[in-house]
């Protein structure tokens, strides 16, 4: 079989929808889908992936070499199970591996978790143009803040896999609370919840704020922040600066610790990109060894809600190529 004909599937389970795509050995997008999650239990879901593989994949596709599928969740690369997904907890302990290989029939697949695979997604799409590119940063800013590292090439995942959890990287001492348990991490602060709160409290120390303002914010979310940052709204302009000035602070030591060639930003709020990332930039600056800020690029993520599935793909070419 050549290189030119080999085609790859990459599948990316969310709670609410599966994404899926299929590549040829050079990134080309061939074809894509989505189709709803169904949830209602472990053995249909695992039916559902076998039937979306089977076509994308069945007589009329006889060159497809490799399958990658992510996951939200904490996943065991050496037990090779998910410990935990708590969007989908039906997967909860379970032996993916072992099940998805009777499933597909063929163990030509890779599984890795949702944050990684959108950073693979990043990272290979920018190849295609860019082939010395070895060394990026991914971050999102969605309902959280997710991420991944590839280092030479490679994902970083760490000792069991639960490496490059880069939105509980502390920002501050006795900050707010997040999610994991913690406080003070750059999720509390840069994910959606934490952008609101940040305006939130802006408006509250105005001297216009009352109980209906603050009520007609409750149901905000940081993408409409960023709309009315651009339409000049004073305190969501000042929200998104100091959310900017944040940033800064996590690209500083991201930059410290990894000396990429490029973070790579997505998420809503990135629809502020031109307001966000001038005060992210000022602040990591100050805070970063000059000599490797000077060569890390910062920009906006090129891909899209299809990163996670694409990086999927290009993870299972870049396995079975």
């Known amino acids: ?26 990134g080309e997008r061939l074809s894509s889908g989505t189709a709803s999650t169904r949830t209602a239990s472990y053995s249909e879901l695992l039916r559902q992936m076998g039937v979306i593989t089977g076509s994308l994949s069945g007589k009329t596709h006889p060159y497809v070499s490799g399958i990658g ?44 978790n949702d944050a990684n695979g959108a ?28 991420g991944g590292v590839i280092i030479e090439g490679k994902l970083l995942h760490g000792n069991s896999g639960f490496g490059a959890e880069l939105g509980h990287i502390k920002l501050y001492e006795k900050g707010r609370n997040c999610g994991c348990g913690a406080d003070g991490c750059a999720e509390a602060y840069l994910g959606n919840n934490g952008i609101v709160e940040t305006f939130r409290e802006l408006i509250i120390k105005t001297e216009e704020h009352d109980a209906e303002k603050e009520s007609s914010i409750k ?34 030591i991201l930059i410290n610790i990894f000396n990429p060639q490029i ?17 992210a930039l000022e ?23 299809e990163a996670g599935a694409y990086g999927a793909a290009a993870l299972a070419r870049d396995t079975f190529i």
């Not at 080999?6 to 929808?17: H, K």
């Not at 997904?85 to 591996?97: A, E, Q, Y």
């Not at 602040?283 to 809600?305: H, M, P, V, Y």
């Open 1 to 26: 079989m050549t290189t030119e004909k080999n085609e790859y599937i990459g599948i990316d389970v969310g709670a609410t929808n599966i994404k899926y795509i299929r590549i040829d050995g050079s």
């Open 69 to 112: 599928i992510i996951f939200a969740g904490f996943i065991d690369m050496k037990d090779r199970k998910i410990i935990s997904s708590p969007n989908l907890k039906i997967l909860n302990g379970r032996p993916v591996w072992k099940d998805l290989e009777k499933i597909l029939s063929t163990d030509k697949f890779v599984i890795d």
């Open 119 to 146: 950073a693979y997604g990043e990272f290979g799409f920018r190849r295609i143009k860019e082939p010395t590119l070895e060394h990026l940063v991914f971050l999102t800013l969605g309902s959280g803040v997710g």
């Open 219 to 252: 149901d905000l979310s940081s993408k409409k922040i960023a709309e009315l940052a651009g339409a000049g709204l004073p305190p969501a302009l000042e929200a998104i600066n100091i959310t900017g000035r944040r940033l800064g602070q996590l690209i500083s």
């Open 263 to 279: 973070i790579a930003i997505g998420g809503g709020i990135m629809n502020a990109s031109d307001l966000l990332l001038p005060p």
């Open 283 to 305: 602040e990591a600056r100050k805070k970063t060894i000059n000599c490797a800020f000077d060569t890390a690029r910062i920009e906006k993520a090129l891909l899209g809600s």
